[in-house]
Each structure stands twice: as C-alpha cells, then as structure tokens.
C-alpha cells in the first residue's frame, strides 16, 4: 500500500462512518502529504478544515487510521502553501554527492509496489514505508525481525530503492556476512593496511542509510561485533538511517553483545508474521501475474496452493514455479487440481486438504450471523461482531488439529490468549445455555 493508496484506503472507510454531508465538508478534498516518524500530515483546502477536523474529528480519523494500519498516529493538517513551504527546506537540507541502485546492492526488483500487504506484515510494512519516507528521522535504527522467507529482505531492500529513486541519499545494503568479511579485509596480511582501512570506513561511514541483513550471523564474530558497533554509534550520531534484520526479536540474539542489543531497540522494533490464507492467496495472484511462464490456473489449484503452504512466502513462490516448471515439461495446457497436487508432491506440506478448515469454519459462522468474514477478523469489538468471532475461534479450537498461534493468525493476528479466552467463554456459556448449545450443534451439521 503507498500512501495513495493509504489515504484513499482512509477515505473510503471513513465515509461509511460519518454522515455524507460531513464527508463531503470535511474529508473529500484532503489528500495525504506524508509520514513522519508517528505522524501522518494531511493536505486540507482550508484553515476551517485544519480547526473542525483537529477538534471535533479527532478520534474518529485516529480509530480508522489504526484500523487500517495497526498504528496509532498523530496528525497535522496543513495547507497547501504550507505543505510547499515545507518542501523548499527539506530539499535543501539534502547535499550528498551520488547514489545508484549498484553501488547500494539493491536488486530493483524488490519495491514496495510489489509487496502485498495483510495483516501479518501491515506493521512492518508501514514502518518500512515511513522510514523510506523520511529516512533518519522516522525511526532509528529500524529493526524487522521474523522467521526465513516472511518478506524482510524484500522490505528492506524496498526501502532502499524508495530512497536512491527519491532522493540523493547514499544507500548501502549488505548482509552481515558481507560485513564481516570486508572488516576481516582490513586484517588481512600481506595487504597494504591502510588501503583497507580507508576502504572500510569510506564504505561504511561515508553513507546515508545503512541496511543491514540477518545480524543473526554476527553473533559469532566478535571483533566484527566491535566494529559494526562503531559503525552504528557513528551513524546514529549523525542522524544517518541504520536498518536491520533478523530471524528473531533483539531479545534473543543472546549472543550478542548487550550494548548493541540494546541499540537496537532504541528506534523501533518490527515483527513479521507467517501470512494468513487470504495474505497467501493474494501474494499467489500477485505473483502469477507478473509470472514469465504463467499460465491460467483454477481458483481451487491456487486455494490448494494457500492451504498447504502455510508458513512461507518464498516456498508459495517455488511452489508456483515448479508448477509451471512441470506443466511446461509435460505440456499440459490445463492446470487443474490433479495436474497440480502431482507437480506439487513432496514439495507442499503433505496435509493435502483442499479446504482450510479455519477459513470454512469462519464463512459458516459468519454466514450463520450474517456477517462478514473481513469483520470477524477485524479488531472491532462490538457485541455482533465480538460474538460470532468467539464462536468461531471455540470451534477452530475444537474441530481442527491447528495451533492457538495458527487461529490467532488467521483470525487477523489475534494473540493466543485471545483464543483460550474466546473457548473459555463459550465452553462455559454452552454449558449454562441450551440455546447456545443447539446453535452450535447447527453449525457443526452446516460444517459437515
Ligand atoms: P526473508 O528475508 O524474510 O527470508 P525474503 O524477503 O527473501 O524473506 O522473501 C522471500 C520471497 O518471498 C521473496 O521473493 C519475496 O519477494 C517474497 N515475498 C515475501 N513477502 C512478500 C509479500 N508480502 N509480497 C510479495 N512478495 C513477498
Ligand atoms: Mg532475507
């Protein structure tokens, strides 16, 4: 989502909120400007707007912003003229002498365009964006850990090319790896030292933003440990952007050196989940579309696809490609289930289902309470909402073999104990409520 995309994306669900009127009055002439560390800054057509919306709009606009971000921002309204007056000085603060996509070892296939957002990555995604946006200044050091194949070299590397196409900020992206061996560089004998050196820190030091990628594997190099510390004390000091990534929280890397854990924690922190079915089945169509060898696949191969892979986006890709791969060698001009689940064998996790059963159970309930799925998902606590949502969590526990993570996460990122209070409550009403009871047993028939 670019912030076009957020704005509007704010517009249209803001609308369903209030009433035409004060839609019409208020919010339908404003466009988003920017994001700026926790502060999304609007463009209205008057001083009026600036006011009213401020005073009397003020929680409404924050409650939606969070809806659709799941971040809490302050706001500024501004005017246009303001907006260009700001602008003048932000383009003048900027002298660095050259950038280019090779020199920072971005690959330009990873943009923000192309990463699908949901529920599991909106977080890191709208940090990546804001950071891009203003970098040094949003949050320092960002730092997006989670699990292999999740998407955060793709975010990183996003942000990178945002900033060498938007500004002439100098970017170095490397992994930590990489790291390590040029700082093993300088040490190296029979070298002139002092090349070296000079080399090292002018790569390092003489930068803008510095992306750094799975630090996981500088916990065993110690003296590089030393040095990246330096670097990132150097860099911080001048306000130059620091962006890091890691299989896991700043917490765990135990064998990291307590001075930098704690660094790394002092900008802000990102996590990125293992994608729900409907992230999975959007990332499949994302991908497809832009596939070289692509061909047209049936809704239920692709659904077949997003429920067997369930905790990695590279492998959703390899298994695409290795669809493709095989209907290309064996010349089958349709890719249908069958063709599908034996160019697939022993690449999918062998559950082989065709329906994900928490996906089924939560259209049956919502179906049953006439509401929709995107609802019970959401964060909206209504009792309407709330209730079904309860149900449906009860019986994603009982009725299928997932774990209370998996259910939070398809249930749009709810966390365990959400679950076990949900099955708690209703296991408890069943009991005192005969009613309930019968309306369970009806939903457990129509799950059959
Ligand atoms: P990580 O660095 O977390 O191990 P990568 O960034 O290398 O993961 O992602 C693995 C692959 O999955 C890449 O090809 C990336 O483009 C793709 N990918 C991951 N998440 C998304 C997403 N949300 N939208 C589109 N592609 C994604
Ligand atoms: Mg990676």
Redesign the pocket.
């Known amino acids: 989502m670019n912030e076009k995309q957020l704005w509007d994306k704010f517009l249209e669900t803001i609308k369903e909120k209030i009433t035409p009127i004060s839609y019409e009055t208020w919010f339908k002439d404003t466009y988003l400007n920017k994001i700026e560390e926790n502060k999304i800054i609007a463009v209205v057509p008057m001083q009026l707007h600036k006011k009213n919306l401020s005073e009397n709009y003020k929680d409404v606009i924050a409650e939606t912003i969070n809806e659709i971000t799941g971040t809490n921002f302050e706001f500024e309204f501004l005017l246009e003229d303001e907006v260009n007056k700001n602008n003048k000085i932000f383009i003048e603060e900027q002298g660095v002498p050259f950038n280019n996509p090779e020199q920072a070892n971005l690959n330009s296939?990873?943009t923000f365009d192309?990463?699908?957002?949901?529920t599991s990555?909106r977080f890191a995604?709208t940090a990546a964006l804001a950071v891009a946006e203003n970098p040094g200044k949003a949050y320092n050091p960002l730092f997006i850990y989670?699990?292999?194949?999740?998407?955060?070299?793709?975010?990183?590397?996003a942000i990178g090319n945002y900033i060498v196409k938007e500004s002439n900020k100098k970017v170095l992206y490397v992994t930590s790896d990489k790291f390590i061996s040029d700082f093993i560089g300088i040490n190296r004998k029979n070298n002139n030292n002092y090349d070296n050196i000079d080399y090292f820190k002018n790569k390092y030091r003489n930068i803008d933003v510095l992306i750094i990628?799975?630090i996981q594997f500088l916990a065993n190099a110690t003296q590089s440990q030393q040095e990246f510390f330096h670097t990132f004390n150097e860099l911080h000091q001048e306000g130059k952007q620091i962006i890091i990534?890691s299989?896991r929280s700043p917490e765990d890397l135990k064998l990291l050196e307590e001075r930098l854990r704690t660094r790394f924690s002092w900008g802000l922190t990102v996590n990125?989940y293992p994608?729900d079915y409907d992230?999975r089945m959007q990332?499949l169509k994302?991908?497809l579309s832009v596939h070289e060898l692509a061909k047209p696949i049936e809704e239920d191969v692709l659904e077949y696809i997003a429920n067997n892979c369930t905790s990695?986006?590279?492998k959703?890709?390899g298994a695409l490609n290795r669809l493709f791969a095989y209907t290309t060698m064996f010349n089958k001009e349709k890719i249908n289930l069958e063709v599908a689940t034996e160019a697939l064998k022993g690449h999918l996790n062998s559950y082989g289902y065709i329906k994900n059963d928490i996906q089924k159970i939560q259209s049956v309930v919502a179906d049953y309470y006439k509401i929709n799925v995107e609802d019970m998902k959401s964060k909206k606590r209504t009792n309407n909402i709330a209730f079904p949502r309860q149900i449906a969590m009860y019986l994603s526990r009982i009725l299928t073999d997932e774990s209370l993570t998996r259910i939070g996460l398809e249930f749009g990122g709810k966390d365990h104990t959400t679950i076990i209070h949900a099955f708690d409550k209703i296991d408890k009403e069943i009991k005192n409520d005969s009613n309930l009871e019968q309306v369970i047993n009806n939903i457990k028939n129509k799950l059959k």
Do not use: A
Request: glycine fraction near 12%; charge should be negative; hydrophobic fraction near 35%.
């Open positions: 296939n990873y192309n990463f699908v957002v949901g990555n995604f989670g699990s292999s194949g999740l998407g955060k070299t793709h975010l990183m590397q990628d799975d990534s299989d990125i994608p992230l990332i994302k991908k990695d986006v590279r959703l890709e």
